[in-house]
């Protein structure tokens, strides 16, 4: 590893970067498809730029082992998380409104 | 007694002990900001129609954080690979530049707060909301510059509506029934928005004040240790980059969406 190659691999991450978040403005800023759309193109877009950082910046494209588990560990209850928050909202305790 | 793999990595694992302890500590965080997202998706689908606020941020201070923050990200990760090949001026240049961007990307949200911080949304006696950022007041009365509007809804979907006039207006304090800033318990946009932001931004200051230890009185350690101090650098680094990462997802979810 050498600094100068490291600088050129930054620079092109640094533009892809820039070149994501342009995109997720415009997704934000255009007509086309309705609300539900619109989030999904933006969140996958971000999912995308959160690559980038953690695949290059933070080395997890070439990372042991144990750290590739300890994030599995961490999807895994991360989905849940969410998961559990989304069925919730369709499990009304009887007698209450939305 | 001396702790094994303090710095050099373990046989069976290849990672030393303080690798492995931030991407356990980054994996608790990953939930903490989870509950939060979890909150915000909750409050966001559970708001009646038209009550959910949109362009109420600015896009552009925002896209200019997020540049701050990858580029900080970047010379972050300079600033350790300058350790690695052994060059410490380039290590100092790179991580005060880190500083430096973190201290732009507070001053940027702090400006942010205090214009949410100036902004009244003021209820007027005969129904009518008046609704700008406040110029001066006092006893008699309140000057805003900004607009009134009739229907509540008016405040809320600012991105449909193209140039919103403003003007300077005063309103008497006898006819106020009701003033409040868009600060925190202004309702459940702002109270998710400031606690996320408001967390995030704690995460940038104790990362500043780690990064900031590192580049000055911490450096000592690279005449002593200065494989242990590269360690350092990195572990440091993997905090940051999931800072950043954070940022990547709460940019678009409050900003865009």
Same mark, same amino acid.
């Given at each position: 590893?050498?600094?100068?190659?490291?600088?050129?691999?930054? +620079?092109?991450?640094? $533009? @892809? *970067? #820039?070149?994501?978040?342009?995109?997720?403005? =415009?997704?934000?800023?255009? %007509?086309?498809?309705?609300?539900?759309?619109? +989030?999904?193109?933006? $969140? @996958? *877009? #971000?999912?995308?730029?959160?690559?980038?950082? =953690?695949?290059?910046?933070? %080395?997890?494209?070439?990372?042991?082992?144990?750290?590739?588990?300890? $994030?599995?560990?961490?999807?895994?209850?991360?989905?849940?998380?969410?998961?559990?928050?989304?069925?919730?909202?369709?499990?009304?305790?009887?007698?209450?409104?939305? | 007694?001396?702790?094994?793999?303090?710095?050099?990595?373990?046989?069976?694992?290849?990672?030393?002990?303080?690798?492995?302890?931030?991407?356990?500590?980054?994996?608790?965080?990953?939930?903490?900001?989870?509950?939060?997202?979890?909150?915000?998706?909750?409050?966001?689908?559970?708001?009646?129609?038209?009550?959910?606020?949109?362009?109420?941020?600015?896009?552009?201070?925002?896209?200019?954080?997020?540049?701050?923050?990858?580029?900080?990200?970047?010379?972050?990760?300079?600033?350790?690979?300058?350790?690695?090949?052994?060059?410490?001026?380039?290590?100092?240049?790179?991580?005060?530049?880190?500083?430096?961007?973190?201290?732009?990307?507070?001053?940027?949200?702090?400006?942010?707060?205090?214009?949410?911080?100036?902004?009244?949304?003021?209820?007027?006696?005969?129904?009518?909301?008046?609704?700008?950022?406040?110029?001066?007041?006092?006893?008699?009365?309140?000057?805003?510059?900004?607009?009134?509007?009739?229907?509540?809804?008016?405040?809320?979907?600012?991105?449909?509506?193209?140039?919103?006039?403003?003007?300077?207006?005063?309103?008497?304090?006898?006819?106020?029934?009701?003033?409040?800033?868009?600060?925190?318990?202004?309702?459940?946009?702002?109270?998710?928005?400031?606690?996320?932001?408001?967390?995030?931004?704690?995460?940038?200051?104790?990362?500043?004040?780690?990064?900031?230890?590192?580049?000055?009185?911490?450096?000592?350690?690279?005449?002593?240790?200065?494989?242990?101090?590269?360690?350092?650098?990195?572990?440091?680094?993997?905090?940051?980059?999931?800072?950043?990462?954070?940022?990547?997802?709460?940019?678009?979810?409050?900003?865009?969406?």
């Amino acid at each position: 590893m050498d600094l100068k190659s490291a600088i050129r691999k930054c +620079v092109l991450v640094f $533009l @892809a *970067v #820039a070149c994501t978040t342009s995109m997720m403005i =415009a997704v934000s800023f255009s %007509h086309i498809g309705g609300w539900p759309v619109k +989030v999904a193109a933006i $969140l @996958a *877009v #971000a999912v995308v730029n959160a690559f980038l950082v =953690a695949g290059y910046l933070m %080395h997890l494209l070439s990372e042991k082992k144990l750290i590739y588990t300890v $994030l599995i560990f961490t999807v895994f209850f991360f989905a849940g998380l969410l998961g559990l928050t989304l069925w919730a909202m369709q499990d009304f305790p009887v007698g209450t409104t939305h | 007694m001396e702790i094994p793999y303090t710095i050099q990595a373990r046989p069976d694992t290849g990672l030393y002990n303080a690798k492995l302890g931030i991407w356990l500590f980054l994996a608790s965080e990953v939930m903490l900001f989870g509950g939060l997202f979890s909150a915000y998706v909750l409050l966001r689908v559970g708001a009646p129609e038209g009550f959910w606020p949109h362009g109420w941020l600015s896009v552009t201070l925002g896209t200019v954080n997020t540049l701050i923050l990858a580029l900080s990200a970047i010379t972050t990760l300079l600033a350790w690979v300058a350790c690695k090949v052994g060059d410490f001026k380039k290590f100092k240049l790179f991580h005060a530049c880190t500083l430096l961007l973190a201290l732009s990307f507070l001053s940027v949200k702090s400006y942010e707060y205090h214009d949410k911080w100036i902004h009244y949304e003021i209820h007027l006696k005969d129904g009518r909301i008046a609704d700008g950022h406040l110029v001066r007041q006092d006893d008699q009365q309140v000057v805003i510059e900004g607009r009134i509007v009739t229907d509540e809804r008016d405040l809320y979907d600012l991105r449909t509506q193209k140039n919103i006039p403003h003007d300077e207006i005063t309103l008497s304090r006898d006819n106020i029934v009701k003033m409040e800033n868009y600060g925190p318990r202004h309702n459940t946009f702002t109270a998710i928005y400031f606690t996320m932001t408001g967390l995030h931004a704690l995460h940038i200051l104790g990362g500043s004040v780690v990064i900031g230890f590192l580049w000055g009185p911490g450096s000592r350690m690279w005449k002593t240790n200065r494989e242990q101090f590269t360690n350092r650098i990195e572990v440091s680094g993997l905090f940051w980059h999931f800072v950043d990462l954070v940022w990547i997802f709460l940019f678009p979810v409050l900003y865009l969406t």
